[in-house]
């Protein structure tokens, strides 16, 4: 079941980057006339209190058109906050969705999400520690990482994960990172794909970035799909006219077990995606 509900948002007054460079923005999922619903500012050790061992489960309402509730929203939550063993199961729209802010996250899983499993956006410039991700039957992107939309810049850090496939949903994409995203990706194991899906540059700006180094990528680890020989070829450029160098080289086959990087899973044996979903944690 999806939709019985609506998530969990959480609003801070860390740095975010909107377009325009507004100071506040109102987040998505709450009614533009609500002030409760504004977020950002320029503390970012901001202290949104503490969050831990919280399943969030079967969210995701909609309250009009576009205006989509995440499993769990972060607005501009700042350092100070503690947020730590979190899992969302069957969100309509994305798992977690980090808009800005500076808030460091750990021992995260995010299960049969409808759209992305982590989102990030508006320069989110956190670390993302330990997170599995499993995609469900309807499911989209693992990750969809996008970059700053005003000139303030950010830059994320996510490590050690392990992003788990779906064979029957129509979409199901590794990783799609896009304007202008700037970050790290390291420590990340992924098997369970479809043979088409693929770890994408997205656009001019992101494969730029790609090439000077304000978007890195190390230690892919990656089963690969049937009928795909080469991990290189999962790894895919689209940018209209921006050519890359490389992109792919950070990956590495592996067959099943064999794998060295990936989340440590067993902080996350208490969940019910793990009971539920007989993950072995």
């Given at each position: 079941?999806?939709?019985?509900w609506?998530?969990?948002?959480?609003?801070?007054?860390?740095?975010c980057?909107f377009?325009?460079?507004?100071?506040?923005?109102?987040?998505?999922?709450?009614p533009a006339?609500d002030?409760f619903?504004?977020?950002?500012g320029?503390?970012?050790a901001?202290?949104?209190g503490?969050?831990?061992?919280i399943?969030?489960?079967?969210?995701g309402?909609l309250?009009?058109?576009?205006?989509?509730?995440n499993?769990?929203?972060?607005?501009?939550?700042?350092?100070?906050?503690i947020?730590e063993n979190?899992e969302?199961?069957?969100n309509?729209?994305d798992?977690?969705?980090?808009f800005?802010g500076t808030v460091?996250v750990?021992?995260?899983?995010?299960?049969a999400?409808?759209?992305?499993?982590?989102d990030?956006?508006?320069a989110?410039s956190?670390t993302?520690d330990?997170?599995?991700?499993?995609?469900?039957?309807?499911?989209d992107h693992a990750l969809?990482?996008?970059?700053?939309e005003?000139?303030?810049?950010g830059?994320?850090t996510l490590?050690n994960?392990t992003?788990?496939?779906?064979t029957?949903?129509?979409?199901?994409?590794?990783?799609?990172?896009?304007?202008?995203?700037?970050?790290t990706?390291s420590?990340?194991?992924?098997?369970?794909?479809?043979?088409?899906s693929?770890?994408e540059?997205?656009?001019d700006?992101?494969?730029?970035?790609?090439?000077?180094?304000?978007?890195?990528f190390?230690n892919?680890?990656?089963?690969?799909?049937?009928?795909v020989?080469v991990?290189?070829?999962?790894?895919?450029?689209k940018?209209?006219?921006?050519?890359?160098?490389g992109?792919?080289?950070?990956g590495?086959?592996v067959?099943?077990g064999?794998?060295?990087?990936g989340a440590?899973?067993?902080?996350?044996?208490w969940?019910?995606?793990?009971d539920a979903?007989?993950?072995?944690?």
């Amino acid at each position: 079941d999806r939709g019985l509900w609506g998530g969990l948002l959480v609003l801070g007054n860390a740095p975010c980057s909107f377009s325009g460079d507004i100071s506040e923005a109102q987040i998505e999922g709450i009614p533009a006339d609500d002030t409760f619903g504004l977020y950002g500012g320029t503390d970012a050790a901001d202290n949104s209190g503490v969050i831990q061992y919280i399943s969030i489960r079967h969210g995701g309402a909609l309250i009009g058109e576009g205006n989509e509730i995440n499993g769990l929203t972060l607005g501009g939550v700042g350092t100070g906050t503690i947020i730590e063993n979190i899992e969302v199961v069957a969100n309509v729209d994305d798992g977690i969705e980090f808009f800005g802010g500076t808030v460091n996250v750990s021992n995260l899983l995010v299960w049969a999400q409808g759209d992305d499993a982590i989102d990030i956006d508006q320069a989110y410039s956190g670390t993302i520690d330990n997170a599995v991700v499993v995609l469900g039957d309807f499911s989209d992107h693992a990750l969809e990482i996008d970059g700053p939309e005003g000139t303030t810049d950010g830059s994320f850090t996510l490590q050690n994960v392990t992003l788990i496939g779906n064979t029957t949903t129509d979409k199901g994409e590794y990783a799609d990172f896009r304007s202008n995203a700037q970050g790290t990706t390291s420590n990340i194991y992924a098997y369970g794909f479809k043979d088409d899906s693929d770890i994408e540059l997205d656009n001019d700006g992101v494969a730029t970035n790609y090439n000077d180094g304000f978007l890195s990528f190390s230690n892919w680890e990656i089963v690969l799909p049937a009928g795909v020989t080469v991990v290189e070829d999962l790894f895919v450029n689209k940018a209209q006219t921006v050519t890359v160098s490389g992109f792919g080289s950070e990956g590495t086959a592996v067959t099943q077990g064999t794998q060295t990087v990936g989340a440590s899973t067993t902080g996350l044996s208490w969940t019910y995606s793990n009971d539920a979903g007989n993950l072995g944690f």
